[in-house]
């Protein structure tokens, strides 16, 4: 068994197809059939079954990829030992963030991470949603940074922060001034339920904070009327101060946001709306101790 056939078939498997497998792998479609032929040959079963120019696993091949993972994972933990033992200052870092909280978070990193850092090539996936899944999928990926409420058992968690999200209106709304003060909060409080016939820019269902604030708004009974859903929060932000309704947003976000008008902003619910930044990389992948202050790095900003 070899390296090479084992990037192989994985990615066979991902395209479904030998032609974009190919592609991907820079080899000629006919030298990628000649390798899964030989391979088949040697172990006596087939891994996949073909459908016209569809190749799907078979159960043999479901298992055979579960063990390549597993092969080129330890390779992969090796290597990076193995240079953190010899070098340590140089290696590569891929690192998955939600797009809103790069432009929020990865300057301030990066100024002290790579002054201390300067041969560790660093590459920023920035997604939209469902980084835990694309984690979980993409071997490349070292750690992603993101907000999650439900846990994977194949990933380990690290706590970064804990976070307000807050709401959102323009500064002239005739809400604006109906905040009451609170000792423990930094901002005025807001009983949802005063909002109920109100239009929200809300962000969608799966996305962490429109998870959190819907259950935050049925908590109140508030059901709202939501004229536009954005996966973007700069666009809530902006929307809102249009006066298309109000928003929430984490506050971090709010801080690294211009505005020619400061926004009202509230805590809201009894207890607030709160969510976790976590960084999040695969159960027992092996971190160099450049991964390690990276982490550290970001957990001081």
């Given at each position: 068994?070899?390296?090479?056939?084992?990037?192989?078939?994985?990615?066979?498997?991902?395209?479904?197809?030998?032609?974009?497998?190919?592609?991907?792998?820079?080899?000629?479609?006919?030298?990628?059939?000649?390798?899964?032929?030989?391979?088949?040959?040697?172990?006596?079963?087939?891994?996949?079954?073909?459908?016209?120019?569809?190749?799907?696993?078979?159960y043999?091949?479901?298992?055979?990829?579960?063990?390549?993972r597993?092969?080129?994972?330890v390779?992969?933990?090796?290597?990076?030992?193995?240079?953190?033992?010899?070098?340590?200052?140089?290696?590569?870092?891929?690192?998955?963030?939600?797009?809103?909280?790069?432009?929020?978070?990865?300057?301030?990193?990066?100024?002290?991470?790579?002054?201390?850092?300067?041969?560790?090539?660093?590459?920023?996936?920035?997604?939209?949603?469902?980084?835990?899944?694309?984690?979980?999928?993409?071997?490349q990926?070292?750690?992603?940074?993101?907000?999650?409420?439900?846990?994977?058992?194949?990933?380990?968690?690290?706590?970064?922060?804990?976070?307000?999200i807050?709401?959102?209106?323009?500064?002239?709304?005739?809400?604006?001034?109906?905040?009451?003060?609170?000792?423990?909060?930094?901002?005025?409080?807001?009983?949802?339920?005063?909002?109920?016939?109100?239009?929200?820019?809300?962000?969608?269902?799966?996305?962490?904070?429109?998870?959190?604030?819907?259950?935050?708004?049925?908590?109140?009974?508030?059901?709202?009327?939501?004229?536009?859903?954005?996966?973007?929060?700069?666009?809530?932000?902006?929307?809102?101060?249009?006066?298309?309704?109000?928003?929430?947003t984490?506050?971090?976000?709010?801080?690294?946001?211009?505005?020619?008008?400061?926004?009202?902003?509230?805590?809201?619910?009894?207890?607030?709306?709160?969510?976790?930044?976590?960084?999040?990389?695969?159960?027992?992948?092996?971190?160099?101790?450049?991964?390690?202050?990276?982490?550290?790095?970001?957990?001081n900003?």
């Open positions: 068994m070899n390296y090479s056939e084992l990037h192989y078939i994985l990615c066979i498997a991902k395209h479904q197809n030998l032609t974009r497998a190919a592609q991907e792998l820079y080899i000629s479609q006919p030298t990628l059939t000649k390798h899964l032929q030989k391979l088949e040959r040697e172990m006596g079963a087939k891994l996949f079954s073909r459908n016209g120019n569809t190749y799907v696993p078979t043999t091949g479901r298992k055979y990829m579960e063990y390549a597993k092969i080129l994972q390779k992969q933990d090796w290597e990076k030992e193995l240079k953190d033992l010899t070098e340590n200052n140089e290696g590569e870092l891929n690192i998955a963030v939600p797009l809103m909280r790069s432009s929020c978070m990865i300057p301030q990193i990066m100024a002290e991470f790579s002054e201390k850092y300067p041969n560790v090539n660093v590459s920023i996936w920035e997604e939209a949603y469902s980084i835990q899944e694309k984690l979980l999928l993409n071997d990926l070292d750690f992603g940074i993101f907000n999650e409420t439900r846990e994977h058992p194949k990933l380990e968690y690290e706590l970064l922060k804990r976070e307000e807050l709401l959102v209106m323009p500064p002239d709304h005739p809400l604006a001034s109906s905040g009451y003060p609170s000792l423990s909060d930094r901002y005025p409080r807001i009983d949802l339920s005063t909002l109920a016939s109100e239009p929200f820019i809300l962000h969608f269902p799966e996305q962490t904070t429109g998870k959190l604030v819907l259950e935050a708004l049925d908590r109140a009974g508030v059901q709202p009327r939501v004229p536009v859903r954005s996966r973007n929060t700069e666009t809530c932000v902006k929307l809102c101060m249009q006066g298309m309704g109000m928003c929430f984490p506050e971090t976000y709010l801080q690294n946001m211009d505005f020619s008008r400061k926004p009202a902003c509230f805590s809201v619910g009894e207890k607030g709306i709160f969510t976790t930044l976590s960084i999040a990389f695969r159960r027992g992948t092996y971190l160099p101790k450049y991964a390690r202050d990276f982490i550290e790095i970001a957990r900003k």
